[in-house]
């Protein structure tokens, strides 16, 4: 045994020399209490020495060695170096390197590991050789957590991976959407009255045909009128009408043609007497009185008022059921009109109602029936099928006759019920009016005469709820002179009810189809609606004569409930309101033009 020390000191050479252990961290605790309040701390006591497991010789260069594996059950021992025991043997002394005896080491305080680092690596070093020592403690700083998504390819090829990162990706986007600032709500559009659709009339060749043109509106309408004639081209023509205005056309045509308004900013009601208008053009009418019996003469006149053209049918209806016409089209151009007599479409000698059926385009129609030494009779046309149907403009006594006309277009039988209405009350007349009619027949039921002199209203309904067309016509006079006209009526229930052209001293009849009491507010449409005089009470099931009060230019008729029927006491263009949206007009601005496509 030597009694010299061995190269490098006690503790032997540099390279074997153990490094020197990381603090605790009550010591370090203890030392930054020194450091900040210039206290002593309370020196940790000594833990008991504990047996040092001896390490394995090392060769230099290589200075690491992996640690032994412990049997299995086993925590694998900390490959620490040891550390001098004050008082004892160096470490190494009386031992050759590698051999297995066990070095006492002290036992010391496990130090907790560093996030990230294996706890069975050596500790590091520095580049000059020295151990690596923890930094000091600093006071802990509050930083926001980031949130860090994943990549695609991190997790590909795994379905449990692509789904969490679809729902970091949608948590994500939601906490964006969040912090960003909601967006507003397009703003409301101002309300106003719309814009109307367009109104066409067919001109008869050598007929007067007064049109008058009521803007119902709230503000000014822009007009776009255009009067064609066969054979002539005529600009259209631009002009301003008024809120609450009207005007008058009076045309007289040498051969057939139309006239159209189109109406912008405001709603329009455009009407003539007779032949009437129509709002827009449509693929199916129904004239309801025709007349092809000897010394009759019936002529139908076909409008297009589109620009493409249209092919018709003529189809009448009889009480036997309809005939369908073989090759008999009629092909009319755009902005044309076409006049055919009814005779070479139907048998003579009946008195028929006519389907109009455009095979293609849209058309508007209109017929005038004449007779030796007799004014004609112009027929305006029906355009759509409803399961019941309100007319006001009934006669009774004084030579006149009253005929409810009815074309059934379903191709099962029809049967209806009728009921009049008087100033007395409302009842079923007598008469056979429960007959059936034929599949695509017509036929005219005769209102008897009545116990009550003047006018009436009628209401006629389909008994199985199936729809049918129909009108009201009127004839009065004697036998030397008579003259006819067509009430069309209403297949709905009306509030409102507009009568253009009215002059005052003339009379209206109202009729009450509720079955509650209506009071009806009569008004100018120049002066802005009703307000012309005291509201006119009509008890339910009843009817009510009233004079059109003075300086009425276009009298208004207006009730809370829906019910009111009205209609001229002589006869006369009258506009309900749902062919017009209803009155007051009013509703959102919509962009675009007036006119149909």
């Avoid at 600032?181 to 109307?196: E, F, L, M, Q, V």
């Amino acid at each position: 045994m030597s009694d010299q020390w061995p190269p490098g000191g006690p503790l032997g050479p540099e390279e074997d020399r153990p490094a020197a252990l990381i603090p605790s961290r009550a010591a370090r605790h203890q030392k930054q209490q020194r450091r900040l309040f210039g206290g002593r701390g309370a020196k940790p006591p000594a833990d008991p020495p504990a047996p040092a497991r001896p390490e394995p010789a090392r060769e230099a260069p290589p200075r690491r060695e992996r640690p032994r594996e412990a049997p299995p059950g086993q925590e694998p021992p900390r490959q620490r170096r040891p550390r001098p025991v004050p008082g004892g043997p160096a470490p190494g002394d009386g031992e050759p390197p590698g051999d297995g005896a066990r070095r006492q080491r002290p036992r010391v305080r496990a130090v907790p590991h560093l996030p990230g680092r294996d706890p069975s690596a050596p500790p590091r070093e520095e580049p000059d050789g020295e151990p690596r020592r923890r930094p000091a403690l600093k006071a802990p700083q509050l930083q926001v957590p980031k949130v860090q998504v994943p990549k695609v390819g991190d997790l590909r090829g795994s379905s449990l991976g692509l789904a969490g990162t679809l729902v970091v990706v949608a948590a994500v986007l939601v906490l964006g959407a969040n912090a960003l600032p909601s967006a507003k709500p397009p703003a409301t559009p101002a309300t106003r009255d719309p814009y109307s659709a367009r109104w066409a009339c067919p001109l008869l060749g050598g007929q007067t045909t007064a049109v008058t043109i009521a803007n119902v509106g709230t503000a000014p309408a822009a007009l776009r009128t255009t009067v064609r004639e066969n054979g002539k081209k005529s600009a259209p023509k631009l002009e301003q009408l008024a809120a609450g205005a009207t005007k008058q056309l009076s045309l007289k045509p040498a051969k057939p043609g139309l006239v159209q308004v189109e109406a912008f900013s405001a709603p329009v009601v455009v009407s003539a007497p007779g032949i009437g208008c129509a709002a827009g053009p449509g693929n199916r009418w129904w004239l309801p009185a025709s007349d092809t019996r000897l010394g009759t003469d019936t002529k139908v006149i076909i409008a297009n008022p589109d620009s493409e053209p249209a092919v018709v049918d003529l189809v009448p209806h009889l009480t036997s059921g309809s005939i369908r016409s073989d090759d008999r089209e009629v092909f009319i151009k755009p902005g044309e009109a076409q006049v055919r007599t009814l005779g070479d479409d139907a048998p003579a000698g009946l008195k028929p109602s006519i389907e109009v059926v455009a095979r293609a385009g849209r058309v508007v129609v209109g017929a005038a029936v004449s007779g030796p030494g007799k004014q004609p009779t112009l027929l305006p046309a029906q355009g759509t099928a409803r399961p019941w149907w309100s007319f006001a403009g009934g006669v009774s006594g004084g030579g006149s006759q009253t005929q409810v006309l009815v074309t059934n277009p379903n191709a099962t039988p029809l049967q209806v019920d009728l009921r009049v209405t008087t100033p007395k009350g409302t009842f079923r007349p007598p008469g056979e009016f429960g007959e059936p009619i034929a599949n695509g027949g017509t036929a005219e039921l005769d209102i008897p005469a009545l116990d009550v002199k003047g006018p009436f209203a009628v209401q006629v309904r389909s008994a199985s709820g199936a729809p049918f067309v129909a009108a009201l016509r009127v004839t009065e006079g004697d036998g030397n002179q008579t003259t006819s006209r067509i009430d069309l009526g209403t297949g709905q229930a009306e509030q409102g009810w507009l009568v253009p052209g009215a002059t005052g001293g003339g009379e209206l009849v109202l009729a009450n189809l509720s079955p509650g009491e209506l009071e009806a507010r009569l008004g100018d449409l120049t002066a802005g609606g009703p307000g012309a005089g005291d509201p006119v009470r009509v008890p339910p099931g009843r009817i009510t004569v009233q004079k059109v009060p003075d300086g009425i230019e276009n009298l208004v008729i207006q009730t809370g409930t829906a019910g009111l029927v009205a209609a001229p006491r002589n006869g006369g263009p009258i506009v309900p309101g749902s062919a017009i949206g209803g009155l007051p007009a009013g509703g959102p601005v919509v962009p675009g033009p007036a006119a149909a496509p």
